[in-house]
């Protein structure tokens, strides 16, 4: 064999090789502590030296008719891998190693100069940039996003343009999936906002450390792993990451110190000299991760994402967590999902001020309402017989699929048997407090949403009401009683989160210091992130029940069981006073009620 064929020979032997390995990992399930680690390692093993062949022997390459749009393929996998293990494992190290390798395809433009004609190029170009967004997105660089947005559009109308005969209608969707996304994401539209991981500059209130730190139960658990799941027509999403998923996997993540969101990475050097991204450069500095995550941060629970499975998909994700769960540790479950098979939660509620009276007239006025609400009026009114207990549930399947995609509240019974802390998002949720099995922490939304305005009550556009409450009650708030917020509002945004943080230190005391405090509380008081979900929720049940008068309020208040102590409570003053100087702040008083005024 000639010498100069032994090199083009090898790389593709390693191509081959590499691939096969890709292959096996490629569909593996993310959930799951074990799950392909061993595959995963042969697999990132081989691509590392096939980049590491591809750098060496790169003139030769090239020579024997190396195209560019295949290194940028073989760094594409690469980032492919790495956002595969994320996924698995939620350790924002290989999030930030899959961001740099697309960027770095991005930059050196691997895909682009190719011939227009080759169908098969464009098409592995449409799918790195839609792999780029989903890990942009994840990572909030809100910049690259619209980069990539409009890089994307305009390869679209390319392949359009030069083949016609080609349908890339699924392609046009992906672009109007993501413009949908960003339009509606907080980070996009209040660029001003916080952000939604667990930020230990703005989370982490000085006043109640010492008592969270001294805070000590008879048991302590760890929050190691969680299940995310939303099901409903229509949501907005983004790939397979719904809208309302997408905030609960930030709110359960801890935000780096900074540096990744600073700094920019320098650019390569050769013997001091920049490398030209328009040559055939390879070179991906591999290292970077190290300056962009914090290792003084603890590690993320992991995170199991279910886009629309089914329900016995979903029970076979919970057995398998529930199953591989460390001792002493808790699971979170967060559901969101229909409760009645083609119903989509679109119901709403103006509160634009007036008497109790006048409030209590719009509520009767919704024809609607009464309809949809027949199936829970006996759990509102404390009467339940054996067979109610199955008539709510949370719809899990296409339409007219029946009872093998219903979720009924017994079917989350096994799983109490380990510590759980389960978040119901749903206008049945309430048919999740019937006391069975053994304890467990429940936070129930309310089975309405609470709107002025009617544009902002359907989940199918803005996402769950009840959600952004627990992930970001400040927006949630101003959402509510259409409040806008603009770049101009920044200082007005600060004062109001300025309000929040110190009501949230003074109700953590609160709990760490209350004689009857429940148990299942106790045990999770002590993490970050399942505390400041419970605090949230605080906020969200006592707002509700400012603008709702007692009667017939129970449909659009949430709830949770155990009780939490009385102290916390909507009504008592500690909690009252945070809400009311809040409206006060905003000038919306006229959609509250406070005491008896």
């Known amino acids: 064999m000639a010498e100069e064929d032994v090199v083009p020979k090898t790389f593709r032997a390693l191509v081959e090789s590499a691939d096969r390995k890709f292959a096996r990992v490629r569909d593996l399930p993310s959930y799951g502590r074990a799950q392909g680690q061993h595959y995963f390692q042969k697999v990132f093993k081989a691509y590392m030296r096939l980049w590491k062949y591809q750098q060496e022997h790169r003139p030769e390459l090239v020579k024997a008719g190396l195209n560019r749009w295949e290194i940028g393929e073989i760094a594409g996998r690469i980032g492919q891998l790495y956002f595969g293990q994320y996924m698995r494992t939620s350790e924002a190290r290989f999030l930030v190693e899959a961001y740099i390798f697309y960027e770095a395809i991005l930059k050196r433009r691997y895909f682009e100069g190719c011939g227009v004609k080759d169908l098969r190029v464009r098409f592995k170009e449409l799918r790195f940039y839609a792999r780029f967004l989903l890990v942009s997105l994840i990572l909030n660089r809100t910049e690259m996003v619209k980069v990539v947005v409009e890089k994307l559009r305009a390869l679209i109308d390319d392949c359009k343009a030069n083949f016609r005969e080609t349908n890339f209608k699924e392609w046009k969707l992906v672009e109007q999936e993501i413009l949908r996304f960003i339009n509606i994401d907080t980070t996009f539209t209040i660029p001003s906002s916080r952000p939604f991981r667990y930020c230990a500059m703005l989370n982490c ?58 700094k920019h990475p320098a650019e390569p050097k050769e013997n001091g000299v920049a490398v030209d991204y328009s040559g055939a450069s390879g070179l991906i500095d591999m290292n970077l991760a190290g300056d962009m995550t914090d290792p003084a941060l603890p590690p993320n629970p992991r995170k199991a994402i279910l886009y ?27 559901l969101s999902a229909s409760g009645k098979p083609g119903q989509i939660n679109t119901s709403h509620v103006e509160t634009s001020g007036g008497s109790r009276r006048t409030t209590k007239s719009m509520l009767t006025s919704h024809s609607s309402l009464e309809q949809n609400c027949s199936a829970t009026e006996s759990h509102i009114n404390g009467v339940k017989g054996p067979s109610d207990y199955y008539n709510d549930y949370l719809w899990l399947g296409p339409k007219g699929n029946g009872g093998s995609s219903n979720l009924y509240p017994g079917d989350i019974i096994p799983f109490t048997r380990r510590p759980l802390f389960l978040i119901i998002d749903s206008d049945s949720s309430h048919a999740f407090k019937a006391e069975r099995g053994e304890k467990a922490a429940l936070l129930l939304s309310p089975l309405r949403p609470t709107f002025k305005g009617p544009s902002s009550a359907d989940i199918t556009q803005n996402g769950s009401q009840f959600t952004l409450f627990l992930t970001a009650p400040l927006l949630a708030f101003c959402q509510m009683v259409g409040f806008s917020l603009s770049d101009s509002d920044t200082e007005v945004l600060n004062s109001a989160e300025s309000i929040l943080s110190t009501a949230f230190s003074k109700w953590e005391v609160i709990l760490c210091k209350s004689p009857s405090l429940d148990l299942v509380w106790a045990q999770v008081l002590s993490d970050p992130f399942l505390r400041r979900l419970i605090v949230r929720f605080i906020f969200c049940r006592a707002v509700l029940s400012a603008i709702w008068p007692p009667e017939g309020s129970d449909q659009y208040l949430p709830l949770c069981l155990p009780q939490l102590p009385n102290s916390l409570s909507p009504k008592s003053d500690v909690v009252q006073s945070c809400v009311s100087q809040l409206v006060d702040h905003l000038k919306v008083s006229n959609y509250f009620h406070f005491g008896d005024s």
């Open 205 to 262: 209130h000085p006043n109640s450390v010492p008592y969270v730190a001294r805070f000590h139960a008879k048991k302590v658990l760890k929050f190691r792993d969680a299940i995310l799941m939303s099901y409903h027509r229509n949501e907005v999403k983004f790939a397979e990451l719904t809208l309302d998923v997408y905030r609960m996997l930030q709110c359960l993540e801890w935000e780096p110190s900074g540096s990744f969101y600073q």
């Open 308 to 334: 629309r499975p089914s329900l016995t998909h979903l029970i076979a994700v919970m057995a398998t967590i529930c199953e591989e769960l460390p001792p002493e540790s808790i699971m979170l479950v967060y």
